[in-house]
């Protein structure tokens, strides 16, 4: 059983956004049953989020893609959905030591697909910043044009929690 499996599969987890990180996650080359370590600075490189230092650059999502092949590539639809998803799962990572995508993206996934993803403290600092933000002010983030505030107000409650359970 996931560690997060309480937050994971509605407002966590649930998106497009989520799909198109767990296909991200797909192009890596996997052993039976050994975790594939991946930095989550890569991450951020991969999906063009190097650059993105600033919360405002956080808020309202644009050029937010990893290149799939040379000309084929998947946009992200609101960059906060996959930094949720990012912290969510590094959460897992931190109590279990890895996460079969099963169990992230249900039984569609090869079983023996399994990750562990490594975070400097650099990239935590600015994963607790964005979320902290967010959980302040959800309303600002592009998210709200499609979600309820009801809801938003809930996605941010649920980061508190998952921010609270992190021990970085």
């Known amino acids: 059983m996931m560690y997060i499996e309480r937050w994971w599969g509605e407002y966590i987890g ?3 956004d989520t799909c ?3 296909d ?10 050994i975790p594939t370590e991946i ?35 998947q946009d992200i639809g609101c960059v906060i959905n996959l930094l949720i998803d990012v912290t969510a799962i590094i959460l897992e990572c931190q109590k279990n030591g890895k996460v079969h995508l099963t169990d992230l993206a249900g039984s569609i996934m090869d ?5 562990t993803l490594k975070v400097e403290k650099e990239e935590m600092v600015f994963l607790r910043g964005i979320l902290e933000d967010f959980i302040h002010h959800p309303l600002s983030y592009d998210l709200a044009e499609f979600c309820p505030e009801d809801d938003m107000r809930e996605i941010a ?3 508190k929690e998952i921010l609270t359970e992190l021990n970085m």
């Open 14 to 16: 649930g998106t497009d």
């Open 20 to 22: 198109t990180l767990i």
């Open 24 to 33: 991200y996650f797909v192009n890596r080359e996997f052993e039976l049953d």
């Open 39 to 73: 930095n989550v600075k890569n991450i951020f490189q991969d999906f063009q989020l190097n650059n993105a230092r600033e919360i405002k650059d956080i808020r309202q999502t644009k050029d937010i893609y990893f290149i799939i092949e040379k000309e084929f590539f």
């Open 111 to 115: 079983k023996n697909a399994v990750i």
């Open 157 to 159: 409650n649920i980061c």
